[in-house]
C-alpha cells in the first residue's frame, strides 16, 4: 500500500463504506444522546498498571542472567543450553496465540472472563519460575529439568500477561480512560525493567562465581584446583540466584493482588448482542495480506532481535570481553544497549567509566526502539477495520502474532548465538575464555544488532501509515461509533482492542 494511500479522502466520512453512511443519516438523533463517563480513579488505574510489572521483572532477569546461569553456575554445556533457550523462547511465542484463542472462547464468570486465568497462573507461575534458578543434585538430569520449567512458566505467565493485555478494553467504557491507563501502564512497564534488571543484579553481584585456573593464571577446566574453596563460592552463587528468584516471585504475587484487588472488569452492555467473530482462520488470512501489519512486524522483528542479541548475550560479553566481572551488574542498570554504545564498545580499548557514560546515553534510543512500535500497532488495527469494518474478533490475533514473530525470532537469536559460543571453545567456569569466544562475543553484542536495527529502520521507513493518515481513520472510527450508538448497531467499536499494549 502506497504511504498516501487513501490522503485524496479530505473527510472522515470518505473513508466509511457507502452503506454506512447511508444507514446513518440520523444527525439528530446522535447529537441528542447523551454519552455518560466512567472515570477511572487514580488508585484504579495504578492497580491496574502495577498488573503490568510482573511480566517485565521476570522478563528481563530471565533475558540477562539466564544464559550466563545455565554456563557458569548450573554448568550446563554450551549445547544443550543453547537448546533450552532456543526451545523454551519457540515455546513461548507458540503459547501466546494458543492461549490467546483459549482466552476468547472463555465465558464469563463472577470475577469476569479474563480475571480467572489471571489468579489462577499465579501460583503456579512463581513457583515454576523459583525452580528454574535451582539447581538439582542431579547432573544428568538437569538440561530437561531447566527446559520442562523454563516452558512451564512461559506458559503461565502467558497466561497471565496475554489477559491482562486484553483487560484495558474491560477496565472501561470510555477510550479516553482507557488511553489514560494504558499510560500509567507503560511507565510501570518501563520500571519494572530497571526493577528486574536491579533485583537479579545486584543480589547475584554479590556473590563471587568460581572460575577455575592453573598456577598460571590462565583459565583451565582443572578440577583439583582450589576444589573446596570453589565449591563453597559456587553454592553461595547459587543461593544468591534463588534468594533474588524469591524477591521476585514476592514481586510478583504482590502485584497480581493489587491487580485482582483494585481493577474491576466490566463487561460491555452491548457484548451480548455482538455478532459472532469470524473464523479464525479467515481472520489470520485477512490480518496476513494486510499490508502496514506486515511492514510493522518486519521492521519490530529486526529491532527486536537486535536486542534480544544484546540482551541474552550482554553479561557474557562485559564478563569476558571487556574483563568487567565484578561491573557487569551495574551496567545493566544503565543500559539495554544501542547502535552509538554497541560501535564505541566495538572500537574501545576495555575503560569502565567510557562505558558508563555511553550508556546511560544508550538508553534513552532503546525506549524508542521497544515502544515505538507498540504505540504503532493501534493505528495498524485502525486502518484494517476501516478496509474491513464488518469483520469482529481479529485484534488478538494482531497482538498475539506480533508477539509471536518477534519471540519466535528471538528463540532463534539465542540459541544461535550460545551454539556459536560452543563452536568458539566457551570454557564452562573459566576465569577467562579463548580469544576466539571473546571475538565471538564482540560480533554478537556489537556488529550483528547494528547490522539488525539498520534493517529495521529501513523498513519503518516504508511503513505507509503517516499523521495525516492516522488523524483521518481517527475521524472515521468516531463517526462509525456514532452510527453504531446512534442506530443501536451491536457492532463492535473496531478500536476497543486496539489500545492493548
Not at 484487588?261 to 496476513?288: H, I, N
Not at 488495527?381 to 469482529?392: E, G, M, T, V, W
Request: charged share 15%; proline share 5%; glycine share 6%.
Amino acid at each position: 500500500m502506497a504511504k498516501g494511500e487513501g490522503a485524496e479522502s479530505g473527510s472522515a466520512a470518505g473513508l466509511l463504506p457507502t452503506g454506512i453512511l447511508q444507514a446513518g443519516e440520523r444527525p439528530a438523533q446522535v447529537k441528542k444522546e447523551p454519552k455518560k463517563k466512567q472515570q477511572l480513579s487514580i488508585c484504579n488505574k495504578l492497580c491496574y498498571a502495577v498488573g503490568g510489572a510482573p511480566y517485565q521483572v521476570t522478563g528481563c532477569a530471565l533475558g540477562f542472567f539466564l544464559q550466563i546461569y545455565l554456563l557458569d553456575v548450573a554448568q550446563v554445556d554450551p549445547f544443550p543450553a543453547s537448546i533450552i533457550l532456543f526451545v523454551g523462547r519457540a515455546w513461548d511465542a507458540f503459547t501466546d496465540p494458543l492461549v490467546g484463542f483459549c482466552i476468547s472462547k472463555s465465558s464469563w464468570t463472577r470475577l469476569g472472563r479474563l480475571m480467572p486465568w489471571i489468579i489462577f497462573s499465579t501460583p503456579l507461575a512463581i513457583i515454576a519460575y523459583f525452580l528454574i534458578w535451582f539447581v538439582p543434585d542431579f547432573p544428568e538430569v538437569q538440561p530437561l529439568w531447566y527446559l520442562l520449567f523454563y516452558c512451564l512458566f512461559e506458559t503461565l505467565v502467558t497466561c497471565f500477561h496475554v489477559p491482562y493485555s486484553a483487560l484495558t478494553m474491560f477496565i472501561s467504557t470510555e477510550q479516553s480512560e482507557r488511553d489514560s491507563a494504558t499510560a500509567y501502564r507503560m511507565t510501570v512497564e518501563v520500571l519494572g525493567t530497571v526493577l528486574g534488571t536491579a533485583i537479579q543484579g545486584q543480589i547475584v553481584g554479590q556473590a563471587d562465581t568460581p572460575c577455575l585456573q592453573d598456577t598460571n593464571g590462565s583459565a583451565v577446566a582443572s578440577e583439583s584446583a582450589n576444589r573446596t574453596h570453589s565449591t563453597t563460592s559456587l553454592k553461595d552463587t547459587q543461593n544468591a540466584y534463588l534468594l533474588a528468584a524469591g524477591v521476585i516471585a514476592s514481586i510478583y504475587v504482590i502485584c497480581a493482588v493489587i491487580l485482582t484487588l483494585g481493577v474491576r472488569e466490566q463487561r460491555e452492555p452491548y457484548e451480548t448482542q455482538q455478532a459472532e467473530p469470524m473464523s479464525f482462520f479467515r481472520g489470520l488470512r485477512l490480518v496476513m495480506s494486510h499490508g502496514p501489519y506486515i511492514k510493522l512486524i518486519a521492521g519490530f522483528l529486526f529491532t527486536s532481535l537486535a536486542f534480544m542479541l544484546v540482551e541474552g548475550n550482554f553479561a557474557l560479553f562485559c564478563t569476558y570481553t571487556l574483563g568487567f566481572r565484578n561491573e557487569f551488574q551495574n551496567l545493566l542498570l544503565a543500559i539495554m544497549s544501542a547502535v552509538p554504545f554497541l560501535i564505541l564498545v566495538a572500537l574501545m580499548e576495555s575503560n569502565l567509566i567510557i562505558t558508563y557514560v555511553v550508556a546511560v546515553a544508550a538508553g534513552i534510543s532503546v525506549a524508542a526502539a521497544f515502544l515505538l512500535p507498540w504505540s504503532m500497532l493501534p493505528d495498524v488495527i485502525d486502518d484494517f477495520h476501516l478496509k474491513q469494518p464488518h469483520s469482529h474478533g481479529t485484534e488478538p490475533i494482531f497482538f498475539s502474532f506480533y508477539v509471536f514473530f518477534t519471540k519466535f525470532a528471538s528463540g532463534v537469536s539465542l540459541g544461535i548465538s550460545t551454539l556459536s559460543l560452543d563452536f568458539a571453545g566457551y570454557q564452562t567456569r573459566g576465569c577467562s575464555q579463548p580469544a576466539r569466544v571473546r571475538f565471538t562475543l564482540k560480533m554478537l553484542v556489537t556488529m550483528a544488532p547494528i547490522v539488525l536495527i539498520l534493517l529495521g529502520l529501513l523498513l519503518f521507513k516504508l511503513y505507509p501509515i503517516d499523521e495525516e493518515k492516522r488523524r483521518q481513520n481517527k475521524k472515521a472510527l468516531q463517526a462509525l461509533r456514532d452510527e453504531a450508538s446512534s442506530s443501536g448497531c451491536s457492532d463492535t467499536d473496531s478500536t476497543e482492542l486496539a489500545s492493548i499494549l
